[in-house]
Nanobody, 116 residues
Framework: QVQVVEFGGGLVQPGGSLRLSCVVSGNIFRLLAMGWYRQAPGKQRDLVAT???????NYADSVKGRFTISRDNAKNTVYLQMNSLKPEDTAVYYC??????????WGQGTQVTVSS
């Protein structure tokens, strides 16, 4: 059974930075496409960034140039470095693991609040 756990949320001022981490249990991490999604109150869950097993990345237009997704297969971990944070980045951030579009796993989410 694959478990996905996020770390690193919190309160940060506008213009600040946070790094989220997502750890995946088991020994199949290198086979998983990973992604970060976010959901603000009253809104749908939206894609933030994805990274393939080969390291190719994709970003939502709203975070391009500010956020960076990366992965460390040796640590079963995917990261989301968030810089120049804005109040509109406030949301619960979820980590997603996808195995060949057959199995999909979600973490419990971590709150990110950008406020002065």
């Amino acid at each position: 059974q694959v478990q996905v756990v996020e770390f690193g949320g919190g309160l940060v001022q506008p213009g600040g930075s946070l790094r989220l981490s997502c750890v995946v249990s088991g020994n199949i991490f290198r086979l998983l496409a990973m992604g970060w999604y976010r959901q603000a109150p009253g809104k749908q869950r939206d894609l933030v960034a994805t990274i393939t097993t080969g390291g190719s990345t994709n970003y939502a237009d709203s975070v391009k140039g500010r956020f960076t997704i990366s992965r460390d297969n040796a640590k079963n971990t995917v990261y989301l470095q968030m810089n120049s944070l804005k109040p509109e980045d406030t949301a619960v951030y979820y980590c997603n693991a996808d195995w060949a579009q057959i199995h999909n796993y979600w973490g419990q989410g971590t709150q990110v609040t950008v406020s002065s």
